[in-house]
Nanobody, 124 residues
Framework: QVQLVESGGGLVQAGGSLRLSCAAS????????MGWFRQAPGKEREFVAA????????YYADSVKGRFTISRDNAKNAVYLQMSSLKPEDTAVYYC?????????????????WGQGTQVTVSS
């Protein structure tokens, strides 16, 4: 069983940056694929980014490619999402998720564990 706790959300102006962190406990962190998803009010949860065990494989949603960077530190049991050039449409609750597999997936239902989410609000 893996517990995930996100932090780093907040209010930022358009064009600004934020760094989200997700701390994991329980399980063998280095053997989990990690993902970031987001959900805006009235919308379905959508994929943002995912990273493989060693960090060598990363995937991004087209909407964030070139602006967001996912990374992980297996020694610290943590995954990060560096967000730059933020836009009002990036406003959402951001969730960290873990998948007990070696295959990097972008579908939310395929992830096994979820954090409680952290709010990101981008003002125009």
């Amino acid at each position: 069983q893996v517990q995930l706790v996100e932090s780093g959300g907040g209010l930022v102006q358009a064009g600004g940056s934020l760094r989200l962190s997700c701390a994991a406990s329980g399980g063998t962190f280095s053997r989990y694929v990690m993902g970031w998803f987001r959900q805006a009010p009235g919308k379905e949860r959508e994929f943002v980014a995912a990273i493989g065990w060693s960090g060598g494989i990363t995937y991004y949603a087209d909407s964030v490619k070139g602006r967001f960077t996912i990374s992980r530190d297996n020694a610290k049991n943590a995954v990060y999402l560096q967000m730059s050039s933020l836009k009002p449409e990036d406003t959402a609750v951001y969730y960290c998720a873990a998948d007990d597999t070696i295959v990097v997936k972008i579908s939310a239902p395929l992830y096994d564990y979820w954090g409680q989410g952290t709010q990101v609000t981008v003002s125009s």
